[in-house]
Each structure stands twice: as structure tokens, then as C-alpha cells.
């Protein structure tokens, strides 16, 4: 394997989050942590769990399905400036119950989820991930909502780089009030990847607790901090408006990376708003020259 087939590879395994990826100690490749969906949420620094209502809470926090409409999403972005590394997400959700309680929130609640990430190599070769993700939401009193997901993953196109497996996240999602509300999300707490050398390895969970306060009816803040591989590897805190005039949104946000150097991150992003139409935009604003700037954008319709 040439060089740059090995920088491509090597920069994709650090994507959004400041640990380094768990992977076999045999194998360079696969299942790598990849970025949430969307750019909603990237616009407000990742700070997102507790507000993701919509169709972006299939990755972000499957307990907040229970208050998303049936819709379908598109979201694509490049990973790293001066790369071919992208990732392309298409996402559906839906009600499984018609009646909603007083808080907006149906008892049951589905969605689905597949990402490509790709990255081109030398020699004509495409090192190619995808995953298949399935998420669910309960809501058993109007306050709460639980949610689980279950991903399949495969990874080809690169010798030695093969790999499949499945993973599972739970979350929770509590209304502590009429200005705020408490999610915890679970990544990966049942996880089992197989190599093409047949080894197998668990995926290092990530444990995130987000807290959302609404103090008006036009602006939410929300923070968050991450826990992985037994240390607190990311806080952030992010913002967002209503949509004026029902069209436009404004989002803006600043994450503290603690992986290596500690370093801080500012994002902003902002949606527009036509019919059933939403278009997200988000920018994170990263010093680390291996990433730079990163624009995503992502696209969703009610059905």
C-alpha cells in the first residue's frame, strides 16, 4: 500500500471526534467513527442530542423521533479540505402512532438510515464504508422517550481493509420542565466487528450527555459533553433561532476538543425554509490544517 493510500486512510479514522477510533490491532481500516448526521446539528458546535427533532435524530438521538413528522433527508459533505473523502447520508422517518401527546410527541416512532463514506487511492482504487442504520423511539408517558438503534457495517475496496459487523446505541430523552430538557445517548454499547483476517473487536462506546434550555420562545442553547475511552474528550455548546418570518434559522456554536493539544472550534450555520422544503448549511471552523474548514449541507422534505 503506497503512502497516499495510507494518508487518505489514516486522516479518515479522526473525522469529528477528537479519540482515535477503536479498530483491530491487525487491521489499519474500518469502522471508523464517523460524523453525525447532517449540518443542523454541526452548525450549533455538535451540541445537538437534546434538540434533534427531526429527521436527524436517526443518528443524533433516536429517543427525539417520537417528536419528528415523516420525512426524508439527503446530506453530503467533504471530509477533509484537498481530499476525495466524503460522506454521503439519505435518512427516513415516520409516526408509527397518529396521536400525539400535549408535549408533540407520538408513542411510537421509526426511522432509517445509510451512509457511504468514500475515499479515493491511488490506483484506481475507492476504499468504500457503508452502514445501514434502523432507529426506534417510545414514548411511554408524555415526558419521556427511549430510543435504540442497530447498525450493519461493511467496508471493501482496499486489501486488508475489509470489514463487517454490527453495533447498537441507546438514548433517552427527559422534559424536565417547559424550558428544559435532558438527553443521554449511548453509542455503541453492544458492538461486534469482524476483519478479513477474522479477528473481532468492540467498538469504545461514547457516552453523551446533552442538556437544552428554551428561554424564549425565538432561541435554545444547548450543551453537551462526550465521554469516551474513560476521559471527557468534547464539551460544546450551541444555539439556534426560531425560523423568522418561517423561513430562515440561525445557528452558531463552539466545541472544546481535548484530543492531543486541547483546542476550540467554532461553527455556525443557518436553514432556509420553502413549503415543505428545508435546506440545513453548517461550517465548522477547525485551526488543525488536516481538516480546515468543513461546509456540510443537507436537505429535507415532510412527506
Given at each position: 500500500?503506497?503512502?497516499?493510500?495510507?494518508v487518505?486512510?489514516?486522516?479518515?479514522?479522526a473525522?469529528?471526534w477528537?479519540?482515535?477510533?477503536a479498530?483491530?490491532?491487525?487491521?489499519?481500516?474500518?469502522?471508523?467513527?464517523?460524523?453525525?448526521?447532517?449540518?443542523?446539528?454541526?452548525?450549533m458546535?455538535?451540541?445537538?442530542?437534546a434538540?434533534?427533532?427531526d429527521?436527524?435524530a436517526v443518528?443524533?438521538?433516536?429517543?427525539?423521533?417520537?417528536?419528528?413528522?415523516?420525512?426524508?433527508?439527503?446530506?453530503?459533505?467533504?471530509?477533509?479540505?484537498?481530499?476525495?473523502?466524503?460522506q454521503?447520508?439519505?435518512?427516513?422517518?415516520t409516526?408509527?402512532?397518529?396521536?400525539?401527546?400535549?408535549t408533540?410527541?407520538?408513542?411510537h416512532?421509526?426511522?432509517i438510515?445509510f451512509?457511504?463514506?468514500?475515499?479515493?487511492?491511488?490506483?484506481?482504487?475507492t476504499?468504500?464504508?457503508?452502514?445501514?442504520?434502523l432507529?426506534?423511539a417510545f414514548?411511554?408517558?408524555?415526558?419521556?422517550s427511549?430510543?435504540?438503534?442497530?447498525?450493519?457495517?461493511?467496508?471493501?475496496?482496499?486489501?486488508?481493509?475489509?470489514?463487517?459487523?454490527?453495533?447498537?446505541?441507546m438514548?433517552?430523552?427527559?422534559?424536565?420542565?417547559?424550558?428544559?430538557?435532558?438527553?443521554?445517548?449511548?453509542?455503541?454499547?453492544?458492538?461486534?466487528?469482524?476483519?478479513?483476517d477474522?479477528?473481532d473487536?468492540?467498538?469504545?462506546?461514547?457516552?453523551?450527555?446533552?442538556?437544552a434550555?428554551?428561554p424564549?420562545?425565538?432561541?435554545?442553547?444547548e450543551?453537551?459533553?462526550?465521554?469516551?475511552?474513560?476521559?471527557w474528550?468534547?464539551?460544546?455548546?450551541?444555539?439556534?433561532?426560531?425560523?423568522?418570518?418561517?423561513?430562515?434559522?440561525?445557528?452558531?456554536?463552539i466545541?472544546?476538543l481535548?484530543?492531543?493539544?486541547?483546542?476550540?472550534?467554532?461553527?455556525?450555520?443557518?436553514?432556509?425554509?420553502?413549503?415543505?422544503?428545508?435546506?440545513?448549511?453548517?461550517?465548522?471552523?477547525?485551526e488543525?490544517?488536516?481538516?480546515?474548514?468543513?461546509?456540510?449541507?443537507?436537505?429535507?422534505?415532510?412527506?
Amino acid at each position: 500500500m503506497n503512502q497516499r493510500t495510507m494518508v487518505i486512510l489514516m486522516v479518515a479514522t479522526a473525522l469529528a471526534w477528537p479519540a482515535p477510533p477503536a479498530r483491530a490491532e491487525s487491521s489499519q481500516g474500518g469502522a471508523f467513527q464517523l460524523p453525525a448526521y447532517g449540518a443542523r446539528g454541526w452548525g450549533m458546535a455538535g451540541a445537538f442530542v437534546a434538540r434533534a427533532d427531526d429527521e436527524s435524530a436517526v443518528d443524533w438521538n433516536p429517543a427525539g423521533l417520537a417528536l419528528a413528522a415523516r420525512s426524508a433527508g439527503a446530506s453530503y459533505y467533504q471530509l477533509v479540505e484537498g481530499l476525495s473523502v466524503g460522506q454521503s447520508q439519505v435518512v427516513f422517518t415516520t409516526p408509527l402512532s397518529r396521536t400525539r401527546t400535549e408535549t408533540g410527541a407520538v408513542r411510537h416512532a421509526a426511522g432509517i438510515m445509510f451512509t457511504n463514506l468514500s475515499a479515493e487511492v491511488i490506483g484506481g482504487e475507492t476504499y468504500a464504508e457503508n452502514y445501514l442504520r434502523l432507529a426506534y423511539a417510545f414514548t411511554p408517558e408524555p415526558l419521556v422517550s427511549f430510543g435504540i438503534a442497530a447498525t450493519g457495517f461493511v467496508s471493501s475496496g482496499v486489501t486488508g481493509f475489509d470489514a463487517w459487523g454490527t453495533s447498537f446505541d441507546m438514548t433517552g430523552n427527559l422534559s424536565l420542565s417547559n424550558t428544559w430538557s435532558l438527553a443521554v445517548v449511548a453509542r455503541d454499547v453492544f458492538s461486534r466487528y469482524t476483519y478479513d483476517d477474522s479477528r473481532d473487536f468492540n467498538k469504545e462506546p461514547q457516552y453523551i450527555v446533552g442538556l437544552a434550555w428554551t428561554p424564549a420562545s425565538h432561541i435554545a442553547f444547548e450543551g453537551d459533553v462526550v465521554r469516551s475511552y474513560g476521559d471527557w474528550t468534547r464539551a460544546s455548546l450551541g444555539a439556534e433561532t426560531e425560523y423568522f418570518f418561517s423561513h430562515v434559522a440561525l445557528r452558531g456554536g463552539i466545541a472544546v476538543l481535548r484530543a492531543g493539544e486541547t483546542r476550540t472550534v467554532p461553527s455556525f450555520g443557518l436553514s432556509a425554509r420553502a413549503s415543505r422544503l428545508t435546506l440545513h448549511y453548517g461550517a465548522t471552523l477547525d485551526e488543525e490544517d488536516a481538516f480546515g474548514r468543513t461546509h456540510r449541507l443537507s436537505l429535507a422534505v415532510r412527506i
